[in-house]
């Protein structure tokens, strides 16, 4: 006979999601980790950061195509089709397994969406992400004027933070660039 105390509580989806985070924070890295991300997908598929916390821990198995894979699965499933974190994310993957072409058509789409995101609510992720995509697709010029296209339309304490992440951006050579884009993932820095 079951005992219902014996039996674990009940957890929801963002609670397996929240306790992941955690122990992703702590360094930890293993496939239990994607055990309890499957289980929160399980209960509900619409929560992004289970994604980008797999691909992330995947990554950092080394298991690069699964990562692909799971991105391509959850595309062909309409799951994400207009969230740039993971559009990025999936074109990392790409990147990763050395498909460029592929990579950079996930980074373009990536980078429309967070444009056509910033005009209808200007605000520091989507000019954030605007520039790091351009300044990986377009290179420091185009990043410049970017900048200067968008910026008037933040906050003075929103503009001191975009200037430094351009300045940042606009520091680094195109290599170190691509380097940390793909730590992101690898790191899970974001």
Same mark, same amino acid.
């Given at each position: 006979?079951?005992?219902?105390?014996?039996?674990?509580?009940?957890?929801?989806?963002?609670?397996l999601?929240?306790? @992941?985070a955690?122990?992703?924070?702590?360094?930890?890295?293993?496939?239990s980790?994607?055990?309890?991300?499957?289980?929160?997908?399980?209960i509900?598929?619409?929560?992004p950061?289970?994604?980008?916390?797999?691909?992330?821990?995947?990554?950092?198995?080394?298991?690069?195509?699964?990562?692909?894979?799971?991105?391509?699965?959850?595309?062909?499933?309409?799951?994400?089709?207009?969230?740039?974190?993971?559009?990025?994310?999936?074109?990392? $993957?790409?990147?990763?397994?050395?498909?460029?072409? $592929?990579?950079?058509?996930?980074?373009?789409?990536?980078?429309?969406?967070?444009?056509?995101?910033?005009?209808?609510?200007?605000?520091?992720?989507?000019?954030?992400?605007?520039?790091?995509?351009?300044?990986i697709?377009?290179?420091?010029?185009?990043?410049?004027?970017?900048?200067?296209?968008?910026?008037?339309?933040?906050?003075?304490?929103?503009?001191?933070?975009?200037?430094?992440?351009?300045?940042?951006?606009?520091?680094?050579?195109?290599?170190?660039?691509?380097?940390?884009?793909?730590?992101? @993932?690898?790191?899970?820095?974001?």
């Open positions: 006979m079951c005992s219902c105390a014996a039996r674990p509580p009940h957890l929801s989806a963002r609670q999601s929240d306790s @992941v955690v122990l992703l924070s702590q360094g930890r890295c293993d496939s980790l994607i055990n309890l991300l499957d289980k929160s997908i399980a509900d598929a619409n929560i950061t289970n994604y980008s916390m797999k691909a992330t821990i995947l990554s950092r198995m080394g298991q690069f195509q699964e990562a692909l894979n799971m991105f391509q699965a959850i595309e062909r499933e309409r799951i994400y089709s207009d969230e740039p974190t993971l559009i990025i994310q999936h074109g990392i $993957q790409f990147a990763l397994t050395k498909d460029t072409i $592929q990579a950079r058509r996930k980074w373009e789409r990536a980078l429309s969406i967070h444009h056509k995101e910033y005009l209808k609510t200007p605000n520091v992720y989507h000019l954030s992400g605007m520039l790091a995509l351009t300044r697709l377009k290179g420091k010029t185009a990043t410049q004027q970017c900048l200067q296209s968008h910026k008037a339309n933040l906050s003075k304490e929103d503009q001191v933070l975009i200037e430094r992440t351009a300045d940042v951006l606009l520091r680094n050579t195109d290599k170190e660039v691509m380097s940390s884009f793909l730590n992101m @993932v690898l790191w899970g820095q974001r």
